[in-house]
Nanobody
Framework: QVQLVESGGGLVQPGGSLRLSCAASGRPLGRAMGWFRQAPGKEREFVAG????????GYATSVKGRFTISRDNAKNTVYLQMNSLKPEDTAVYYC???????????????WGKGTLVTVSS
């Protein structure tokens, strides 16, 4: 069984930055991972994904150029650096991992409980 625990959320002013972390435990993860988010009253959406070796990444159009996903497989941790934050980035951010795929970071099998990011002045 895999457990994913997110951290780093909080309140930030527009234009500010936050770095989210996702620590995986239970067994070593060498598969694709990603970040998703769900804003109030909206469906959960893909934000960013990364392949097992970090060589391939993908981003939602709305965050491209502002967010950066990375991973440290030695620490079983994936990160999401968020810069130039906007009020519309306010959401609960979820870390997710694939059970079997090295490159597919859209269809995920394991999910964290989420961390709240609020962008407001």
């Amino acid at each position: 069984q895999v457990q994913l625990v997110e951290s780093g959320g909080g309140l930030v002013q527009p234009g500010g930055s936050l770095r989210l972390s996702c620590a995986a435990s239970g067994r070593p993860l060498g598969r694709a991972m990603g970040w998703f988010r769900q804003a109030p009253g909206k469906e959960r959406e893909f934000v960013a994904g990364i392949s097992s070796n970090g060589g391939r990444t993908g981003y939602a159009t709305s965050v491209k150029g502002r967010f950066t996903i990375s991973r440290d497989n030695a620490k079983n941790t994936v990160y999401l650096q968020m810069n130039s934050l906007k009020p519309e980035d306010t959401a609960v951010y979820y870390c997710a991992a694939s059970a079997n795929s090295y490159n597919d970071y859209i269809s995920m099998d394991y999910w964290g409980k989420g961390t709240l990011v609020t962008v407001s002045s």
